[in-house]
T-cell receptor, first 115, second 114 residues
Framework: EPEVTQTPSHQVTQMGQEVILRCVPI?????FYWYRQILGQKVEFLVSFYNNEISEKSEIFDDQFSVERPDGSNFTLKIRSTKLEDSAMYFCASRTTMGAADTQYFGPGTRLTVL | GESVGLHLPTLSVQEGDNSIINCAYS??????FIWYKQESGKGPQFIIDIRSNMDKRQGQRVTVLLNKTVKHLSLQIAATQPGDSAVYFCAEILNSGGYQKVTFGTGTKLQVIP
């Protein structure tokens, strides 16, 4: 069964460094999402992406964040200058426009630790 | 200020019993609702969904009930098994022009006692 994959599974970085989190959505999906989950808290929406542009973003997704689909398979989240409070699990999700079009399928997540 | 993690409500059930997990949602215009299961260290996993024009939907061992009058959603798991132990949360989805706004609930921790 096709699934969303994410790399790395765990990223440790120093405060102020740039990080890029990578996702490979399910191949026939056209909508892509990033979410984060701070330890012990609920999942929070960051950004949605369709047709090579951001379709919606939350107030969390400030100028330090950017997303990109550099090729036909990868979807990346970049944090330019990480802060301690960026430490969280980051989930990528994707959905199709056909069939069960409303369901987002989540990847296993990347745990980001900012020291 | 200091951030404090959520204290999740916990539901403990005996293996073989039925479980009922509840969720209150906020937007009466939401089109669609999903229940997710999240095991420790993993991403949310889709369980079952229901559209806003329905009030009940059944899957394999799971049933979702939707009460739009009081904006309440419930997940019933029949014959609960140890592998059902996880955090369960609902998500409400508002579709607009092909885009989605997804809002997640805080979750309930289900502990199955063998």
């Amino acid at each position: 069964e096709p699934e969303v994959t994410q790399t790395p599974s765990h990223q440790v970085t120093q405060m102020g460094q740039e990080v890029i989190l990578r996702c490979v959505p399910i191949s026939n999906h056209l909508y892509f999402y990033w979410y984060r989950q701070i330890l012990g808290q609920k999942v929070e929406f960051l950004v949605s992406f369709y047709n090579n542009e951001i379709s919606e973003k939350s107030e969390i997704f400030d100028d330090q964040f950017s997303v990109e689909r550099p090729d036909g398979s990868n979807f990346t989240l970049k944090i330019r200058s990480t802060k301690l409070e960026d430490s969280a699990m980051y989930f990528c999700a994707s959905r199709t426009t056909m069939g069960a079009a409303d369901t987002q399928y989540f990847g296993p997540g990347t745990r980001l630790t900012v020291l | 200020g200091e951030s404090v993690g959520l204290h999740l409500p916990t539901l403990s059930v005996q293996e073989g019993d039925n479980s009922i997990i509840n969720c209150a949602y906020s937007n009466s215009a939401s089109d669609y609702f999903i229940w997710y299961k999240q095991e420790s260290g993993k991403g949310p996993q889709f369980i079952i969904d229901i559209r806003s024009n329905m009030d009940k939907r059944q899957g394999q061992r799971v049933t979702v009930l939707l009460n739009k009058t009081v904006k309440h959603l419930s997940l019933q798991i029949a014959a609960t098994q140890p592998g059902d132990s996880a955090v369960y949360f609902c998500a409400e989805i508002l579709n607009s022009g092909g885009y989605q706004k997804v809002t997640f609930g805080t979750g309930t921790k289900l502990q199955v006692i063998p």
